[in-house]
């Protein structure tokens, strides 16, 4: 075991004995146990952490498990041959099972990848810490919980154990400092409190009235890509009503400010329920499809009153301007109009029942823009069973072009020789 970390100065753990608590091993995937216990086995300090623990103590099935543990990224390496070190200022392993499986190994850290040290780091070694120093550089105290392989023990240096029983989603330290240095982190706050339905510390929920500009500072693609988790995460309503009551959403999205009104934030609203119905079916959409399920309330109006001619270039500009300081690429953009754009067809035919052309039906974009219209306009309780994967059209195949007939050449006549008698 490793015994050359710093001593923390930060308080002693509280250690839950496995008769005081419900997490069994039982329900821990066979692919992590292993890895626990290789680590645990060779002398490292080995511990399951973060969402998975969160989970397992809700009963509820975790999507993925992440082990922490005092072993650096490349004693972790050679522990595991089937594994591979990712990253570059803070390093972690990923160890491949069969089936593509991945359980991702990291050593415990002092600070986020996303703050800014202090002071600059002459090596590579002080970016690792001890237990103490890793739950505290998480961001929420349900998030923070510890267990331990060792003995099956909780380990809870940041009383989350309390806040998960309370039902309370708070910060880890003072949410005034942490969204300072990060944040993106009020975005994970308004996340567990929509996807769990638990209450959000008061402190924190004023930080984020008070400190949503701040959201701007962030790279606009990492606020991009942890939206679209949000999108694709069954909860996507209540996160947006948390957004939108906190004023976060208009941070996020400036161009959008006075442009929705109630009437606009409503129709939002009502069709992300409808995008939480497929996702807890576990229909897979495509991210143009998602963007151009968001963009929908934003254009309405002005599609009414414009009535413009090309369909595609005003679904095109309209995407441009929503999202011109959020980093949508451009491929992105082109995508979610061909489907806006090729749905404004479709929708009059499919609500007459009528034939859909083969000019329209064999457009690339036929497929997501016919799943577009089931999803602004089925009944919604009929809306996963239409959107199902058996029941999407799939794109008409492009007429086979007749191959011109190739011509003999004509060979040329010799001279004509005397009639026969």
């Known amino acids: 075991m490793r015994t050359d970390a710093p001593e923390s100065p930060l308080p002693p753990p509280l250690i839950i004995p496995r008769p005081q608590h419900t997490l069994s091993r039982k329900e821990v995937e066979v692919e992590a146990l292993k890895v626990l216990y290789r680590l645990y086995h060779a002398g490292f300090k080995a511990y399951l952490v973060g969402g998975s623990v969160r989970d397992l103590l809700l009963g509820k099935k975790p999507k993925d498990f992440d082990i922490v543990t005092d072993a650096r990224p490349g004693e972790i390496r050679k522990l595991f041959r089937?594994?591979?070190?990712?990253?570059?200022?803070?390093?972690?392993?990923?160890?491949?099972?069969?089936?593509?499986?991945?359980?991702?190994?990291?050593?415990?850290?002092?600070?986020?990848?996303?703050?800014?040290?202090?002071?600059?780091?002459?090596?590579?070694?002080?970016?690792?810490?001890?237990?103490?120093?890793?739950?505290?550089?998480?961001?929420?105290?349900?998030?923070?919980?510890?267990?331990?392989?060792?003995?099956?023990?909780?380990?809870?240096?940041?009383?989350?154990?309390?806040?998960?029983?309370?039902?309370?989603?708070?910060?880890?330290?003072?949410?005034?400092?942490?969204?300072?240095?990060?944040?993106?982190?009020?975005?994970r706050v308004l996340r567990h409190g929509a996807r769990l339905g638990f209450e959000i510390d008061p402190q924190a929920w004023?930080?984020?009235?008070?400190?949503?500009?701040?959201?701007?500072?962030?790279?606009?693609?990492?606020?991009?890509?942890?939206?679209?988790?949000?999108?694709?995460?069954?909860?996507?309503?209540?996160?947006?009503?948390?957004?939108?009551?906190?004023?976060l959403f208009y941070d996020i999205f400036p161009a959008w400010e006075g442009r929705l009104g109630k009437g606009g934030e409503t129709r939002l609203l009502d069709l992300l329920t409808r995008l939480d119905l497929l996702m807890q079916a576990a229909i897979p959409l495509p991210d143009s499809l998602l963007w151009a399920i968001f963009l929908t309330p934003y254009l309405e109006q002005d599609l009414r009153s414009q009535n413009p001619e090309d369909l595609r270039e005003f679904f095109q500009e309209g995407a441009q301007e929503?999202?011109?300081?959020?980093?949508?690429?451009?491929?992105?953009?082109?995508?979610?109009?061909?489907?806006?754009?090729?749905?404004?067809?479709?929708?009059?035919?499919?609500?007459?029942?009528?034939?859909?052309?083969?000019?329209?039906?064999?457009?690339?974009?036929?497929?997501?823009?016919?799943?577009?219209?089931?999803?602004?306009?089925?009944?919604?309780?009929?809306?996963?069973?239409?959107?199902?994967?058996?029941?999407?059209?799939?794109?008409?195949?492009?007429?086979?072009?007749?191959?011109?007939?190739?011509?003999?050449?004509?060979?040329?006549?010799?001279?004509?020789?005397?009639?026969?008698?």
Not at 228 to 247: H, I, M, Q, T, Y
Not at 330 to 335: A, I, L
């Open 82 to 187: 089937n594994s591979r070190i990712i990253g570059r200022r803070f390093r972690l392993v990923q160890v491949f099972f069969r089936g593509g499986h991945i359980v991702e190994v990291s050593t415990f850290r002092r600070r986020s990848e996303f703050e800014e040290p202090e002071e600059t780091p002459s090596t590579r070694d002080n970016t690792f810490g001890t237990p103490a120093e890793d739950a505290h550089r998480r961001d929420l105290t349900i998030n923070g919980l510890f267990y331990n392989i060792a003995d099956f023990s909780l380990v809870d240096y940041v009383n989350g154990l309390q806040d998960l029983q309370n039902r309370l989603i708070r910060v880890i330290g003072d949410p005034a400092v942490r969204f300072v240095r990060d944040p993106v982190r009020m975005l």
């Open 322 to 421: 929503a999202f011109r300081s959020n980093e949508i690429p451009r491929q992105r953009q082109e995508e979610l109009a061909q489907i806006l754009a090729l749905a404004e067809k479709l929708a009059p035919l499919l609500r007459q029942k009528r034939g859909i052309p083969a000019r329209l039906s064999r457009l690339a974009a036929y497929p997501e823009a016919w799943l577009f219209c089931q999803i602004k306009e089925a009944p919604l309780e009929e809306l996963v069973a239409r959107c199902g994967p058996e029941e999407i059209p799939t794109r008409a195949p492009q007429p086979k072009r007749r191959r011109p007939r190739r011509r003999r050449p004509r060979g040329r006549r010799g001279p004509r020789g005397p009639k026969e008698p």
């Open 206 to 247: 004023e930080e984020i009235r008070g400190k949503g500009h701040l959201i701007r500072l962030c790279p606009a693609a990492r606020v991009r890509d942890e939206l679209l988790k949000d999108f694709r995460s069954g909860a996507v309503r209540p996160f947006l009503e948390l957004l939108l009551r906190s004023g």
